[in-house]
Protein backbone atom coordinates (compact mmCIF):
# COMPACT_ATOMS: atom_id res chain seq x y z
CA UNK A 1 0.00 0.00 0.00
CA UNK A 2 1.53 3.44 -1.07
CA UNK A 3 2.82 5.73 1.90
CA UNK A 4 0.15 8.38 0.80
CA UNK A 5 -2.89 5.96 1.21
CA UNK A 6 -1.44 4.57 4.73
CA UNK A 7 -1.45 8.40 5.90
CA UNK A 8 -4.45 8.60 5.11
CA UNK A 9 -6.76 5.84 6.15
CA UNK A 10 -4.33 6.65 9.87
CA UNK A 11 -5.74 10.11 9.22
CA UNK A 12 -9.30 8.80 8.90
CA UNK A 13 -9.13 6.76 11.38
CA UNK A 14 -7.72 8.99 14.14
CA UNK A 15 -10.62 11.41 13.23
CA UNK A 16 -12.78 8.55 14.00
CA UNK A 17 -11.79 7.63 17.23
CA UNK A 18 -12.22 10.89 18.33
CA UNK A 19 -16.04 10.97 17.96
CA UNK A 20 -17.14 8.05 20.18
CA UNK A 21 -19.65 5.80 18.85
CA UNK A 22 -20.70 7.71 15.78
CA UNK A 23 -19.70 5.66 12.98
CA UNK A 24 -20.90 2.24 14.44
CA UNK A 25 -24.36 3.96 14.50
CA UNK A 26 -27.16 2.71 11.93
CA UNK A 27 -27.49 4.59 8.89
CA UNK A 28 -30.56 6.04 10.26
CA UNK A 29 -29.25 7.08 13.44
CA UNK A 30 -26.48 9.14 12.03
CA UNK A 31 -28.49 10.86 9.59
CA UNK A 32 -30.90 11.92 12.40
CA UNK A 33 -27.76 13.10 14.29
CA UNK A 34 -27.31 16.14 11.70
CA UNK A 35 -30.81 16.59 10.52
CA UNK A 36 -31.99 19.58 11.72
CA UNK A 37 -35.07 20.09 10.04
CA UNK A 38 -36.69 16.94 12.16
CA UNK A 39 -35.33 17.52 15.13
CA UNK A 40 -37.00 21.23 15.25
CA UNK A 41 -40.84 20.99 14.75
CA UNK A 42 -41.21 24.41 13.32
CA UNK A 43 -38.49 24.20 10.93
CA UNK A 44 -40.27 25.02 8.31
CA UNK A 45 -42.72 27.58 9.25
CA UNK A 46 -39.29 29.62 10.56
CA UNK A 47 -37.87 28.86 6.94
CA UNK A 48 -41.41 31.07 5.63
CA UNK A 49 -41.41 33.00 8.08
CA UNK A 50 -37.38 34.24 7.21
CA UNK A 51 -38.56 34.48 3.47
CA UNK A 52 -41.78 36.78 4.34
CA UNK A 53 -39.40 38.85 6.40
CA UNK A 54 -36.17 38.86 3.78
CA UNK A 55 -38.83 39.93 0.63
CA UNK A 56 -39.24 42.84 3.04
CA UNK A 57 -35.97 43.53 3.28
CA UNK A 58 -35.22 43.09 -0.87
CA UNK A 59 -38.15 45.03 -1.43
CA UNK A 60 -36.98 48.33 0.49
CA UNK A 61 -36.18 51.34 -1.39
CA UNK A 62 -32.34 50.83 -0.25
CA UNK A 63 -31.95 47.58 -0.93
CA UNK A 64 -29.64 46.68 -4.25
CA UNK A 65 -31.04 42.69 -5.16
CA UNK A 66 -29.29 40.91 -7.11
CA UNK A 67 -25.70 42.08 -8.17
CA UNK A 68 -23.73 39.57 -9.92
CA UNK A 69 -20.63 38.85 -8.99
CA UNK A 70 -20.22 35.64 -11.44
CA UNK A 71 -21.54 33.40 -14.74
CA UNK A 72 -23.28 31.23 -13.02
CA UNK A 73 -27.56 31.19 -12.20
CA UNK A 74 -26.79 31.81 -8.31
CA UNK A 75 -23.53 33.79 -8.20
CA UNK A 76 -25.81 37.29 -7.26
CA UNK A 77 -25.44 38.89 -3.85
CA UNK A 78 -28.22 41.66 -2.31
CA UNK A 79 -26.73 44.93 -0.51
CA UNK A 80 -28.61 46.10 2.11
CA UNK A 81 -27.02 49.67 2.78
CA UNK A 82 -27.35 50.63 6.40
CA UNK A 83 -27.62 54.67 5.54
CA UNK A 84 -24.12 55.98 6.14
CA UNK A 85 -20.60 56.27 3.64
CA UNK A 86 -17.72 54.35 5.06
CA UNK A 87 -20.20 51.70 6.89
CA UNK A 88 -18.28 48.20 8.11
CA UNK A 89 -19.65 45.77 5.85
CA UNK A 90 -21.09 41.98 7.20
CA UNK A 91 -20.85 39.61 4.48
CA UNK A 92 -23.98 36.58 5.13
CA UNK A 93 -23.48 33.06 3.73
CA UNK A 94 -26.70 30.98 3.77
CA UNK A 95 -26.75 27.28 5.27
CA UNK A 96 -29.03 24.22 3.88
CA UNK A 97 -26.04 22.06 3.88
CA UNK A 98 -24.58 23.15 0.77
CA UNK A 99 -27.49 21.55 -1.47
CA UNK A 100 -31.17 23.53 0.08
CA UNK A 101 -32.31 27.25 0.70
CA UNK A 102 -31.06 30.74 -1.02
CA UNK A 103 -29.87 34.00 -0.39
CA UNK A 104 -33.41 35.60 -0.65
CA UNK A 105 -34.69 33.51 2.48
CA UNK A 106 -31.94 35.39 4.55
CA UNK A 107 -32.25 39.33 3.67
CA UNK A 108 -33.68 39.07 6.97
CA UNK A 109 -30.64 39.22 8.84
CA UNK A 110 -29.87 42.47 7.92
CA UNK A 111 -31.97 44.25 10.56
CA UNK A 112 -30.16 43.79 13.16
CA UNK A 113 -26.26 45.03 12.05
CA UNK A 114 -28.52 47.36 10.12
CA UNK A 115 -29.98 49.23 12.96
CA UNK A 116 -26.38 50.14 14.28
CA UNK A 117 -24.83 51.62 10.83
CA UNK A 118 -23.61 48.02 9.22
CA UNK A 119 -24.12 47.67 5.56
CA UNK A 120 -25.25 43.82 4.85
CA UNK A 121 -24.49 41.41 1.76
CA UNK A 122 -25.96 38.24 1.03
CA UNK A 123 -24.80 36.23 -1.13
CA UNK A 124 -26.08 33.01 -3.30
CA UNK A 125 -24.05 30.02 -4.87
CA UNK A 126 -25.01 26.76 -6.49
CA UNK A 127 -26.16 24.09 -4.71
CA UNK A 128 -25.23 20.33 -4.75
CA UNK A 129 -25.25 18.09 -7.30
CA UNK A 130 -25.01 20.38 -9.54
CA UNK A 131 -21.52 22.42 -7.72
CA UNK A 132 -18.98 20.26 -5.91
CA UNK A 133 -17.97 21.69 -2.32
CA UNK A 134 -14.73 22.10 -3.93
CA UNK A 135 -16.28 24.67 -6.37
CA UNK A 136 -19.19 26.43 -3.74
CA UNK A 137 -15.89 26.82 -1.93
CA UNK A 138 -14.06 28.93 -5.15
CA UNK A 139 -17.59 31.14 -5.70
CA UNK A 140 -17.80 32.41 -2.58
CA UNK A 141 -14.31 33.57 -2.58
CA UNK A 142 -15.14 34.82 -5.62
CA UNK A 143 -18.03 36.60 -4.21
CA UNK A 144 -15.92 37.90 -1.66
CA UNK A 145 -13.44 39.26 -3.86
CA UNK A 146 -15.78 40.66 -5.91
CA UNK A 147 -18.25 42.71 -3.04
CA UNK A 148 -14.81 43.77 -2.19
CA UNK A 149 -13.86 45.29 -5.27
CA UNK A 150 -17.08 47.62 -4.96
CA UNK A 151 -16.67 49.14 -1.82
CA UNK A 152 -16.40 52.71 -3.56
CA UNK A 153 -19.26 52.28 -5.59
CA UNK A 154 -21.34 50.60 -2.95
CA UNK A 155 -19.90 53.27 -0.05
CA UNK A 156 -18.63 50.46 2.54
CA UNK A 157 -15.37 50.63 4.52
CA UNK A 158 -13.15 47.98 2.65
CA UNK A 159 -11.28 47.78 5.58
CA UNK A 160 -13.97 46.70 7.65
CA UNK A 161 -15.55 43.27 5.85
CA UNK A 162 -16.61 40.53 8.32
CA UNK A 163 -18.15 37.37 7.28
CA UNK A 164 -20.79 35.18 9.16
CA UNK A 165 -22.79 32.18 7.94
CA UNK A 166 -25.16 29.78 9.73
CA UNK A 167 -24.89 26.08 9.36
CA UNK A 168 -23.21 25.07 5.66
CA UNK A 169 -22.92 29.05 5.59
CA UNK A 170 -20.58 28.45 9.20
CA UNK A 171 -17.71 25.96 7.26
CA UNK A 172 -18.05 29.05 4.53
CA UNK A 173 -17.69 31.48 6.00
CA UNK A 174 -14.61 30.06 8.19
CA UNK A 175 -12.72 29.03 5.14
CA UNK A 176 -12.94 32.37 4.24
CA UNK A 177 -11.15 33.39 7.44
CA UNK A 178 -7.26 33.23 5.71
CA UNK A 179 -8.70 35.82 2.83
CA UNK A 180 -6.98 39.01 3.00
CA UNK A 181 -9.92 41.11 2.94
CA UNK A 182 -11.57 39.57 5.62
CA UNK A 183 -11.32 41.03 9.54
CA UNK A 184 -12.73 38.37 11.47
CA UNK A 185 -15.77 35.99 11.01
CA UNK A 186 -18.72 34.90 12.77
CA UNK A 187 -20.26 30.94 12.22
CA UNK A 188 -23.51 30.20 13.74
CA UNK A 189 -24.37 26.51 14.40
CA UNK A 190 -21.12 25.81 11.93
CA UNK A 191 -19.72 22.90 10.39
CA UNK A 192 -16.38 22.01 10.88
CA UNK A 193 -15.69 18.27 10.71
CA UNK A 194 -16.72 16.72 7.31
CA UNK A 195 -15.70 13.00 7.89
CA UNK A 196 -19.58 12.76 9.55
CA UNK A 197 -21.18 14.42 7.03
CA UNK A 198 -20.51 11.96 4.43
CA UNK A 199 -21.72 9.55 6.13
CA UNK A 200 -24.93 11.17 6.23
CA UNK A 201 -27.98 11.71 3.88
CA UNK A 202 -26.25 14.76 3.54
CA UNK A 203 -24.18 13.21 1.03
CA UNK A 204 -26.38 11.79 -1.52
CA UNK A 205 -26.44 15.15 -2.63
CA UNK A 206 -22.86 16.80 -1.96
CA UNK A 207 -20.98 13.55 -2.52
CA UNK A 208 -17.80 14.34 -1.24
CA UNK A 209 -14.37 13.48 -1.69
CA UNK A 210 -11.79 12.08 0.34
CA UNK A 211 -9.34 15.07 -1.28
CA UNK A 212 -12.18 17.52 0.32
CA UNK A 213 -12.79 16.06 3.51
CA UNK A 214 -9.30 16.76 4.11
CA UNK A 215 -8.95 19.76 2.58
CA UNK A 216 -11.51 21.74 2.89
CA UNK A 217 -12.65 20.35 6.42
CA UNK A 218 -11.68 23.80 8.87
CA UNK A 219 -10.91 21.45 11.64
CA UNK A 220 -8.20 20.20 9.68
CA UNK A 221 -6.81 23.71 8.44
CA UNK A 222 -7.40 26.20 10.99
CA UNK A 223 -6.90 29.72 9.92
CA UNK A 224 -3.48 30.63 9.94
CA UNK A 225 -4.24 34.58 9.63
CA UNK A 226 -5.05 35.87 13.48
CA UNK A 227 -8.43 37.84 13.22
CA UNK A 228 -11.04 36.77 16.00
CA UNK A 229 -13.28 33.81 15.00
CA UNK A 230 -16.33 33.86 17.02
CA UNK A 231 -18.53 30.25 17.24
CA UNK A 232 -21.79 30.18 18.47
CA UNK A 233 -24.32 27.15 18.99
CA UNK A 234 -27.92 26.65 20.55
CA UNK A 235 -27.97 24.89 24.30
CA UNK A 236 -30.79 23.14 22.34
CA UNK A 237 -29.23 21.84 19.25
CA UNK A 238 -28.32 18.16 18.22
CA UNK A 239 -25.46 17.59 20.50
CA UNK A 240 -23.19 16.56 16.93
CA UNK A 241 -23.42 20.64 15.88
CA UNK A 242 -22.93 21.29 19.59
CA UNK A 243 -19.05 18.80 19.41
CA UNK A 244 -18.49 20.09 16.14
CA UNK A 245 -17.95 23.42 17.48
CA UNK A 246 -16.76 22.60 20.54
CA UNK A 247 -13.87 20.61 19.37
CA UNK A 248 -12.94 23.26 16.24
CA UNK A 249 -12.48 25.81 19.31
CA UNK A 250 -10.58 23.32 21.43
CA UNK A 251 -8.55 22.72 18.15
CA UNK A 252 -7.95 26.41 17.18
CA UNK A 253 -7.55 27.47 20.92
CA UNK A 254 -4.58 24.76 21.19
CA UNK A 255 -2.48 26.24 18.69
CA UNK A 256 -3.25 29.92 20.57
CA UNK A 257 -5.19 31.49 17.70
CA UNK A 258 -8.12 33.90 18.80
CA UNK A 259 -10.99 31.94 18.75
CA UNK A 260 -13.81 31.68 20.89
CA UNK A 261 -17.50 29.86 21.33
CA UNK A 262 -20.36 30.75 22.85
CA UNK A 263 -23.45 28.17 23.51
CA UNK A 264 -26.71 29.93 23.90
CA UNK A 265 -28.87 28.59 26.16
CA UNK A 266 -33.12 27.75 24.83
CA UNK A 267 -31.79 28.58 21.28
CA UNK A 268 -32.19 25.85 18.94
CA UNK A 269 -30.33 25.80 14.96
CA UNK A 270 -33.32 28.06 13.64
CA UNK A 271 -33.93 30.28 17.01
CA UNK A 272 -30.72 31.15 17.34
CA UNK A 273 -30.80 32.95 14.10
CA UNK A 274 -33.07 35.64 15.94
CA UNK A 275 -30.00 37.19 17.86
CA UNK A 276 -28.70 38.00 14.71
CA UNK A 277 -31.89 39.34 12.85
CA UNK A 278 -32.80 41.61 16.66
CA UNK A 279 -30.81 44.64 17.16
CA UNK A 280 -29.80 43.64 20.66
CA UNK A 281 -29.32 40.35 19.80
CA UNK A 282 -26.82 38.41 21.46
CA UNK A 283 -25.08 37.84 17.45
CA UNK A 284 -25.91 41.05 16.76
CA UNK A 285 -23.85 42.36 19.74
CA UNK A 286 -21.11 39.87 19.16
CA UNK A 287 -20.62 41.43 16.06
CA UNK A 288 -20.23 45.37 17.24
CA UNK A 289 -17.99 44.17 19.73
CA UNK A 290 -15.65 42.20 17.23
CA UNK A 291 -15.74 45.24 14.47
CA UNK A 292 -14.68 47.54 17.88
CA UNK A 293 -12.60 45.53 18.80
CA UNK A 294 -10.76 44.88 15.18
CA UNK A 295 -10.79 49.05 14.95
CA UNK A 296 -8.83 49.33 18.11
CA UNK A 297 -6.01 46.43 17.48
CA UNK A 298 -6.03 47.71 13.75
Not at 83 to 91: C, E, I, K, S, T
Not at 161 to 169: E, L
Amino acid sequence: MPATARRTIQVRQQERDKIPGFFSLEQAQKDAAYNNSEAVVDSAERLKDWECRSAACREAPSARPDIRYGDKPNNLFDFFPSGGDGAPLFVFIHGGYWHRNSKEIFGFVSTGPGAHGIDVATIGYTLAPQATLTEIVEEVFQALAFIAAMSSELGFDPDRIYVGGWSAGGHLATLSANLPMVRGVISISGIFDLEPIAETYINDELRLQQSEIETLAPSRNLPVRPIPVALFVGGDELPELQRQSREFTERACAEHLPVTMMTLAGRNHYTIMEELAAPDGMLTSALIRMIHGSATTG
